[in-house]
């Protein structure tokens, strides 16, 4: 980030800011949506950037339609205002719909890694490492993206914050875009404090995972085959 960009979020945030502090509570579905898609900025400085840019998108189409009333008499002049408050409202609009659609994009490479992952995890526990270290491990290794950036985050609340394996794991179900990555991560909190084997957790979620995968694709090829053959 360019000190141009830090300095205009802290003058969004100072500014724009104050005026969402007391109202935030109505954005709290967008401050769970934001921790889904990944987006790891405070929902104040999120909201904050969003109606800064809108009020610039406005300034410059404003001044872009004033400018060309000159060539175009024919445009109206209430046309000029108008123009500017709707692109406002439409970057605002985008603006809150945008994490949304990362959640959806993450969560398909979430699903898609997963299988891989569990089948990591599973040679890792088989050799006697323990949670913590299997997520440390995952961590840095270019197995699944997506589930690699969150092993860090988990390695990073246990390593940097000094949270336990449970909480830890607790704050990465809460934030999964995917259910089927946050049923695991829960499996393994539940196999963990019941003293069950983490060993046969992990092989049986990876063969349960890779034959879900293997079914999804297959009903994906099957319906590429259909669409096919409606075309010829």
């Known amino acids: 980030m360019t000190q141009r960009s830090r300095v205009i979020q802290r003058l969004a945030y100072q500014y724009i800011g104050g005026f969402f502090e007391p109202r935030l509570d109505r954005f709290e579905e ?15 400085m999120y909201l904050s950037m969003a109606v800064f840019r809108a009020i610039i998108g406005a300034i410059i189409v404003t001044v872009l ?30 603006a809150l719909i945008y994490p949304s659609t990362q959640v959806g994009d993450r969560k398909r490479k979430f699903d898609a890694s997963l299988p ?10 088989s050799a006697g490492v323990n949670p913590d270290e299997i997520f440390y491990s995952l961590s840095r290794e270019e197995i699944g993206l997506f589930i690699s950036q969150d092993a860090q985050k988990i390695s990073r609340d246990i390593k940097v914050f000094g949270l336990d394996i449970i909480r830890a794991l607790e704050n990465a179900a809460r934030r999964s875009p995917s259910p089927k990555y946050a049923t695991f991560i829960e499996g ?10 983490l060993q046969s957790y992990f ?5 349960t995972l890779m034959r879900d995968k293997v079914q999804t694709e297959k009903s994906f090829i099957e319906l590429l085959g259909l669409f096919a053959e409606l075309f010829l």
Not at 32 to 41: E, H, N, P, S, Y
Not at 68 to 91: R, W
Not at 203 to 207: A, D, G, H, L, T
């Open 30 to 44: 967008l401050r769970k949506t934001l921790r889904k898609a990944g987006i790891d900025i405070s929902l104040r």
């Open 65 to 94: 339609i004033g400018l060309l009333k000159f060539f175009l008499p024919a445009i109206p002049i209430p046309f000029i205002p108008i123009s500017g408050i709707l692109t406002a409202v439409l970057i605002y609009v985008i």
């Open 116 to 125: 891989t992952a569990a089948s990591y995890m599973a040679a890792m526990s």
């Open 188 to 197: 393994i909190n539940a196999t963990n404090t019941s003293g069950g084997d």
């Open 203 to 207: 092989e049986n979620s990876s063969k």
